[in-house]
């Protein structure tokens, strides 16, 4: 079941698992969460399962999660963190360890100006309660970050890897990720 944002008066729907994807699109690997969106978007779910397009702003998401009822949510992003390769994958529970309210007020005005980013929306939904608190996060390391709509090979490969983890994750099939902070890096 797809349900994207309420832009142009469509209705959200509530539901038992929240599968999310946080990014822009058309900048090249940097949309890779999007284009796994897609995908996954045009696959039947279970009753329960929303697939939806998260990239409205953290604010925006605070009431959303909220009146969603969402149980657990699975937030897929391209990120870019130090020493990974391209194309890797990286899914962890994330430990909700909130850094100071100077760096979630940072995330708050960049949300309030149009940023869109996984550790914002991480950020501004946990510190307003609205997070579910099983969450898990799938990243994948992008390589390029320009214009246009074509990914590179690994990361290509990645968003394949992408939708069969969320897949096994939310079928139970796949193991739950180990807890870590914020990039899946101890």
Same mark, same amino acid.
Request: proline share 8%.
């Given at each position: 079941?797809?349900?994207?944002?309420?832009?142009?008066? $469509?209705?959200?729907?509530?539901?038992? =698992? /929240?599968?999310?994807?946080?990014?822009?699109?058309?900048?090249? !690997?940097?949309?890779?969460?999007?284009?796994?969106?897609?995908?996954?978007?045009? *696959?039947?779910?279970?009753? %329960? +399962?929303? +697939? #939806?397009? /998260?990239?409205?702003?953290?604010?925006?998401?605070?009431?959303?999660?909220? #009146?969603? %009822?969402?149980?657990?949510?699975? $937030?897929?992003?391209?990120?870019?963190?130090?020493?990974? @390769?391209?194309? &890797?994958? =990286?899914?962890?529970?994330?430990?909700?360890? $909130?850094? %100071? /309210? !100077?760096?979630?007020?940072?995330? +708050? =005005?960049?949300?309030?100006?149009?940023?869109?980013?996984? !550790?914002?929306?991480?950020?501004? &939904?946990?510190?307003?309660? @609205? $997070?579910?608190? !099983? =969450?898990?996060?799938?990243?994948?390391?992008?390589?390029? *970050? #320009?214009?246009?709509?074509? /990914? &590179?090979?690994?990361?290509?490969?990645?968003? &394949?890897?992408?939708?069969?983890?969320?897949?096994?994750? +939310?079928?139970?099939?796949?193991?739950?990720?180990?807890? @870590?902070?914020?990039?899946?890096?101890?």
């Amino acid at each position: 079941m797809t349900d994207f944002p309420a832009r142009g008066g $469509l209705r959200h729907e509530k539901g038992h =698992t /929240l599968v999310g994807a946080i990014g822009y699109r058309y900048l090249r !690997d940097h949309s890779a969460s999007m284009v796994a969106l897609d995908r996954l978007a045009a *696959e039947h779910w279970p009753p %329960g +399962v929303v +697939v #939806e397009d /998260l990239s409205y702003g953290p604010i925006a998401l605070v009431p959303r999660l909220e #009146e969603g %009822g969402f149980q657990r949510s699975l $937030l897929l992003a391209a990120v870019s963190r130090p020493g990974r @390769a391209p194309g &890797t994958l =990286t899914a962890y529970v994330w430990d909700g360890v $909130l850094p %100071g /309210l !100077d760096v979630i007020q940072t995330a +708050v =005005t960049e949300a309030v100006t149009g940023v869109i980013s996984l !550790d914002n929306a991480l950020f501004v &939904t946990r510190h307003f309660g @609205a $997070l579910p608190a !099983d =969450t898990v996060v799938v990243e994948i390391e992008p390589e390029r *970050e #320009e214009f246009g709509e074509e /990914l &590179t090979p690994a990361v290509e490969a990645a968003v &394949t890897r992408m939708c069969a983890l969320v897949h096994g994750l +939310v079928e139970g099939a796949v193991p739950r990720p180990a807890c @870590a902070p914020i990039g899946g890096m101890r």
